[in-house]
């Protein structure tokens, strides 16, 4: 819509269901023009749909990309009774993601896509990227995942001399009980929940940040939060002892396209030098690494402005030369019409 409420010639709005691996799962894609790339935003959890976060802090990029929402099998709006646990698998998503590629190239006229993988996204952007390189034209990752256990190391190591530094004798007590991972479900939210404490993501100005985030976009509700959060512990309850053996320096060491690696300095959550030391051994055509210097695990919430000026800066101009060569290769394809069904209330 323009400043007078009127549809954009060329532009896209759709929220609603797509079925992706038998089950529906919720997709919006939102643009000014459907001819600009189509950017893929992968959530983090596994199991913890960032819609919201994405809609409200990245939703200038709507004017450069067109963006894709996706609640993954088992998140948000896409955690359903018909999504049986044992099929919450790397395996399924990735075949998920696939369908929800070829949809989106249908539905916009588009041969590739743009992959912004964040946390666990990361680690399934890196993966798809790797197997289908013919459909993606560049891979971002934010928070990125690397060597998936060492990473939960140092998580755990930096939290625990943090506990001893600041003389939190509970924290440490628990820490200690715990003992450095592998961690259960339950281990794992308690230790990060020490973390997101000292690094004052449990004060008011923070829980107001997420109330904040949540009430400025239409698509999300207050109420929605009780069920993203039950979503999320039961998707990690079924996915974390198989994502915390993955190591994509041996899964993913080379990948066929531009790779932009987006970190914040002060990310404790994947350890910003771990993710590092993977894009110092990936393999790529041309990749750049960009620090946010006054960010943790979210670059995209604590410095908006610099990442979505990042991506039109840096990321669009490939997409978009890759894209029309990869348009030329095959013939642009015309757009679909509407693939996804109603929202249902």
């Known amino acids: ?8 010639n060329g532009s896209i709005a759709e929220a609603g269901y797509a079925r992706l691996g038998g089950v529906d799962q919720f997709v919006m894609m939102r643009g000014l023009n459907r001819s600009n790339p189509p950017l893929i935003l992968l959530h983090g959890g596994p199991g913890f749909s960032e819609t919201a976060f994405f809609r409200f802090y990245c939703a200038p990029l709507e004017r450069f990309f067109t963006l894709i929402y996706w609640d993954q099998r088992g998140a948000g709006k896409s955690a359903r009774s018909d999504v049986k646990p044992e099929t919450l698998t790397v ?57 998936w256990a060492k990473g939960e190391k140092e998580f755990y190591d930096f939290t ?57 976009t239409p698509e999300a509700s207050l109420w929605e939060v ?66 946010f210097e006054q960010s943790g695990h979210e670059p995209f919430v604590d410095e908006p402005e610099k990442l979505n000026r990042t991506m039109i800066e840096l990321v669009r101009p490939v997409c978009v030369e890759r894209g029309l060569s990869a348009a030329r290769r095959a013939g642009r394809c015309r757009p679909a019409r509407g693939l996804l069904l109603p929202v249902r209330r």
């Open 1 to 8: 819509m323009d400043g007078r409420g009127d549809e954009v």
């Open 91 to 147: 395996a399924q998503l990735l075949a998920d993601l696939a369908e929800l590629v070829d949809l989106t190239c249908r539905r916009l006229g588009h041969e590739q896509v743009t992959l912004f993988g964040h946390s666990w996204g990361s680690a399934l952007g890196v993966l798809f990227a790797a197997r289908a390189p013919e459909r993606v034209a560049a891979y971002v990752g934010c928070g990125q995942i690397g060597d």
């Open 226 to 291: 009780p069920h993203t959060m039950r979503a999320l512990h039961a998707t990690l309850a079924a996915m974390w002892p198989e994502v915390t053996r993955l190591d994509l320096n041996q899964l993913a060491p080379a990948l066929a396209m531009p790779v932009f690696f987006l970190l914040g300095r002060h990310d404790h959550w994947v350890p910003s030098h771990v993710s590092q030391a993977y894009f110092e051994a990936l393999q790529a055509p041309s990749k750049q690494l960009v620090w």
């Open 160 to 216: 625990l001399a943090e506990a001893r530094r600041r003389g939190h004798g509970r924290a440490l007590r628990e820490l200690e009980k715990m003992g450095p991972p592998p961690h259960s479900v339950e281990q794992l939210l308690a230790a990060r929940t020490w973390l997101s404490r000292f690094e004052g993501r449990m004060s008011p100005g923070a829980i107001w940040q997420v109330v904040r985030a949540v009430l400025g």
